[in-house]
C-alpha cells in the first residue's frame, strides 16, 4: 500500500506537466498558427497596401526605397515594427496603447522599436523622412511595419506599411499579422 500514494503523485506530477506543456505549445506565437490564415491586406500601392516603393498618396509614388540598413539587418531575423511618438500626444498615448495589447500577443514574432521623439535624434529623424506615408512635414504618432513580400514578378522583397495616426487596435492587429504571415512565407527565399 505504501506505494500507491506514490504512483499516484508521480501520475498526477506527469499529468500536469504535460497539460503545462500542452498549454505553453497550443498558446504559442502566431508563426506556430499560420494554417488557414488569409492576409487581410495585399501589395499595391494604395493607402491601405503593403508597399515596395511609395505609396500613391507620397510625393515620391512609385519611387524606390532607400531602407534604412538597420530595418534591413533587422528583417534578416523577423518583420519589424517601429513606432515614433511624444509623450505629451494623445494619438499617440492611444497608438501606444493599442500597440501593447498587440505586442501582448504577437511580441515574440516581430522587433520592436519604441522611439520617443520629445528630442528628434537622427536616427528618429531618417525613419520619418524615409517612412513618412504622406507629403507635408512629418507628425506623431508614426507606425511603419515592415515584412518580405514577393513582388509581381515573384522576388522577395521589403514590403512596408506606415500610418501617421492612431489606427486602433484591429487595423494594427491585422497588419501586424499579415507581417508575420508573408515574413513566414517568404524569408526563406530572401537573397537567393
Known sequence: MSGIPGSINVGLVATLMVATFLTFFTAGSFADDLQGYKPVYSLGSGKDDWWIKYPDQSPNASSSVGHLPWIINDLRQKPVI??????????????????????????????????????????????????????????????????????????????????????GEDVLTSYVKDAIYYYRQDAAYWNK
Open 82 to 167: 517601429v513606432f515614433v511618438h511624444r509623450t505629451d500626444c494623445k494619438s499617440c498615448k492611444v497608438q501606444e496603447k493599442d500597440l501593447d495589447k498587440v505586442l501582448t500577443t504577437y511580441g515574440e514574432d516581430v522587433k520592436y522599436y519604441d522611439m520617443v521623439a520629445d528630442v528628434p535624434d537622427e536616427k528618429i529623424l531618417s525613419v520619418l523622412n524615409v517612412y513618412y506615408p504622406n507629403s507635408g512635414v512629418p507628425t506623431v504618432p508614426t507606425t511603419v511595419i515592415f515584412t518580405l513580400v514577393k513582388d509581381i514578378d515573384g522576388k522577395v522583397a521589403v514590403g512596408w506599411h506606415s500610418m501617421d495616426d492612431a489606427m
